[in-house]
């Protein structure tokens, strides 16, 4: 299997505050790179696919970037409803697997 | 309205099986990929498999292989998913999710609410 390494595992920080979070695969996954968002007790929120196409109507101040076998998510001036967790997800090979989350608080 | 609608919560006693459904609106059933992924309690996402309900074709996590089905009923744009065997460790909120791209599977696009099964004796 893939093995996803998402860093950091958490992080605080303030509204209007620029984040990045990495993910990094254990092997080549080409740009088969997925993001997700996660508020507590909701269903994951589809971000962005193929590790820098922006789903639509997920705002602009969401961007990815990367691949081969490392990739960045980044959220550029920080909103309050942005106060969740994210994820990153290969779908190169099956089983598709996730990295284990970055929870991203208010500081 | 394009929205994928899960059945409610289950409690199971280990060793039982449970079936859970994803009822689907608004987007040519047949078209897209489905998916299902569990989240236990506290942790993350995991991937468990997928249907691709024009062919049939699934394609399991090779720790579900011999416990997980998932089937399709296209009259009613439902997917279901079953789970055997239950023990404590499958305790967990189960998701359903559309695929994004029309007849392939590349990233989960259109979530279920999810539907928590609880196994306890």
């Known amino acids: 299997d893939i093995q996803m390494t998402q860093s950091p595992s958490s992080l605080s920080a303030s509204v209007g505050d620029t984040v990045t979070i990495t993910c990094r695969a254990s092997?080549?996954?080409?740009?088969?790179l997925n993001w997700y968002q996660q508020s507590p007790g909701q269903a994951p929120k589809f971000l962005i696919f193929f590790a820098t196409g922006l789903q639509i109507g997920v705002p602009s101040r969401f961007s990815g970037s990367g691949s081969g076998t490392d990739f960045t998510l980044t959220i550029t001036s920080l909103q309050p409803e942005d106060f969740a967790t994210y994820y990153c997800?290969?779908?190169?090979?099956?089983?598709?697997?996730f990295g284990r989350g970055t929870k991203v608080e208010i500081k | 309205q394009v929205q994928m609608v899960q059945s409610g919560a289950e409690v199971k006693r280990p060793g039982a099986s449970v079936r859970v459904s994803c009822k689907s609106s608004?987007?040519?059933?047949?078209?897209?990929?489905f998916h299902w992924v569990r989240q236990a309690p506290g942790q993350g996402l995991e991937w468990m498999g997928w249907?691709?309900?024009?062919?049939?074709?699934?394609n399991y996590g090779l720790r579900f292989q011999g416990r997980v089905a998932m089937t399709t009923d296209s009259s009613l744009r439902t997917v279901y998913m079953e789970l055997t065997n239950l023990t404590s460790d499958d305790t967990a909120v189960y998701f359903c999710?559309?695929?994004?791209?029309?007849?392939?599977?590349?990233?989960?696009?259109?979530w279920g609410q999810g539907t928590l099964v609880t196994v306890s004796s």
């Open positions: 997800q290969q779908s190169f090979s099956v089983p598709w697997t």
């Open positions: 092997q080549y996954i080409n740009t088969n």
């Open positions: 608004g987007f040519g059933f047949t078209s897209y990929y």
């Open positions: 999710a559309r695929d994004v791209i029309v007849a392939s599977p590349n990233a989960l696009y259109l």
């Open positions: 249907i691709d309900p024009h062919s049939g074709g699934t």
